[in-house]
């Protein structure tokens, strides 16, 4: 007998059949979609449809010649990665892929193959560890060093979720410091060179490239994923601390970072991003097989009641985010399986998730934290 709480008991509809297959989420798991959409946002010269089947390869594919010349920051590259697997679609086309990693030596080890298969492809590594503040000062300094506009910033690392509470250099609590907070602050360091990206037409001063920020989120925040105002760090009451509800709140986070970013700066794109369940990814192969069948997602003889992606099907909507023309009429939206959230997945997007004043909130308490301020715009 199945014990917990099953996707069906707040989501009605899960189908208990193999009829209409859906997309499941990362990590404690939530479903994508019924059979596959096809995005209304693509534009008229798409050469394919885009759904949960699309891969990485096939967005970029479309969308090359918008990607040629561009520069692109990228967190979290390592072996078996979203991460790799965008290094490895974005390389033939890019001036320059600047790989943001805990380990070099990793990164390296992840994009070999890349660059013996495109080795006039300008790839650089850079080491950081986005739960130290101290490592994320010294990697944008670095980047910063470059002075290369950066027209496109992925952050896409994630934390793995630790089974027992564990706490950054900097007091945060592991999976929120790293997936909001290091990031705000990374982000917020290289701002100069990404505002540095923006290209206007001299004559009608029509925005010819806007600096895109895209945010790795995960609907599994959906449920529990709320702020923890009272204790966001599990430091007053820390027994309530679970590796799920960690990561659901840090994911919420990155979700509100998005929504203080486009409140703040109209001048940029900003989206969050729902990649949907890769098991051969690292953050996959972190969610237990018995967390995977408390939530539906897996029957007890292994069998799935989704569609689980590919390392390449998962890293499909980030490059959406980062190059489709025209989902710019969504910015500050999530995106799950190329295409908006609010029309690719089956339930609406709950409040705290997108609440400008809960963005608000918790920008204040970044700035705070790390005593730092975003760039002004200056006017033209």
């Known amino acids: 007998m199945r014990r917990g ?32 959409k096809t995005s209304s946002l693509l534009p008229s010269t798409s050469i394919m449809a885009f759904d949960q089947t699309t891969t990485a390869a096939q967005v970029v594919e479309v969308y090359k010649d918008t990607i040629q010349g561009k520069n692109v920051v990228i967190t979290g590259v390592s072996p078996k990665t979203f991460g790799a697997e965008y290094v490895a679609a974005l390389a033939p086309h890019t001036k320059t892929i600047i790989v943001a990693s805990r380990s070099a030596e990793r ?50 690392a994630v934390m ?22 290091g990031h705000f602050l990374f982000t917020s360091l290289l701002f100069p ?27 599994s925040a959906f449920w529990g994923g709320e702020i923890r105002w009272d204790d966001m760090h599990f430091k007053n009451k820390p027994e309530e601390y679970n590796r799920y509800l960690g990561y659901n709140q840090s994911k919420t986070g990155t979700a509100l970072f998005t929504v203080g970013l486009v409140k703040r700066y109209p001048e940029i794109l900003a ?64 995106l799950s399986d190329c295409a908006p959230a609010s029309t690719s997945l089956p339930i609406p997007i709950p409040e705290f998730f997108n609440s ?25």
């Open 107 to 156: 990164a390296e080890e992840s994009i070999a193959a890349t660059r013996k298969a495109h080795p006039r492809a300008d790839i650089r590594i850079v080491e950081v560890d986005l739960t130290s503040g101290k490592s994320i000062r010294a990697a944008a300094a670095k980047i910063n060093g470059f002075q290369l506009p950066i027209h496109v910033l992925l952050n896409n």
């Open 356 to 380: 400008p004043a809960e963005a608000d909130k918790l920008w204040d308490a970044a700035e705070a934290a790390w005593d730092v301020k975003f760039a002004k715009v200056e006017s033209a």
């Open 193 to 219: 060179a990404i505002l540095a990206s923006r290209v206007t037409d001299d004559t009608t001063q029509s925005p010819e490239w806007t600096p895109r920020i895209v945010n790795l989120t995960s609907g």
């Open 271 to 334: 989206f969050s991003v729902h990649p949907g369940l890769a098991r051969e990814t690292n953050i996959g192969r972190a969610t237990p097989t018995s967390r995977l069948i408390e939530m539906g997602i897996l029957n007890e003889d292994g069998t799935s009641n989704f569609f689980l992606k590919t390392i390449e099907q998962g890293a499909a909507t980030a490059l959406f985010a980062a190059f489709d023309p025209s989902v710019v009429t969504h910015n500050g939206d999530l």
């Open 160 to 181: 793995i979720m630790p089974e027992t509470l564990t706490h950054t250099e900097d007091g945060f609590e592991h999976q929120i410091g790293g997936n909001y907070f």
């Open 5 to 36: 709480l099953r996707v069906d008991s707040f989501n009605p509809l899960v189908l208990r059949n193999k009829q209409g297959i859906k997309t499941a989420a990362i990590s404690d798991i939530f479903p994508s979609d019924l059979p596959a």
